[in-house]
Nanobody, 120 residues
Framework: QVQVAESGGGLVQPGGSLKLSCAAS????????MGWYRQAPGKQRELVAD???????NYGDSVKGRFTISRDSAKNTVYLQMNSLKPEDTAVYYC??????????????WGQGTQVTVSA
């Protein structure tokens, strides 16, 4: 059983900051990429940011310059520092991990999501 779990969401004013965390747990051989996606009501899920095992990062256009993804591979944990938050950032944020299970099976796993609401 391998899973990821997000934490850190909440209500914040425009211009404020939040930091999300996502920890992977369970029996696994390795984790390749980890990332964050978000989905607002009535909209498609979109990439926020992802990070490779080696630390290379990629960001969605709407969050470049405001959000920072980081990773602690020893803890199987990925973070998302969100600054200068806008109401348009309001969404459920999901953690994603590309893992290799013991035995060589590759799986993409998703967390349950954490709500981020940006409002005055």
């Amino acid at each position: 059983q391998v899973q990821v779990a997000e934490s850190g969401g909440g209500l914040v004013q425009p211009g404020g900051s939040l930091k999300l965390s996502c920890a992977a747990s369970g029996l696994m051989w390795s984790i390749n990429d980890m990332g964050w996606y978000r989905q607002a009501p009535g909209k498609q899920r979109e990439l926020v940011a992802d990070i490779t095992r080696g630390g290379s990062t990629n960001y969605g256009d709407s969050v470049k310059g405001r959000f920072t993804i980081s990773r602690d591979s020893a803890k199987n944990t990925v973070y998302l520092q969100m600054n200068s938050l806008k109401p348009e950032d309001t969404a459920v944020y999901y953690c994603n991990a590309d893992i290799i299970k013991i035995g060589g099976t590759r799986l993409i796993i998703w967390g349950q999501g954490t709500q981020v609401t940006v409002s005055a």
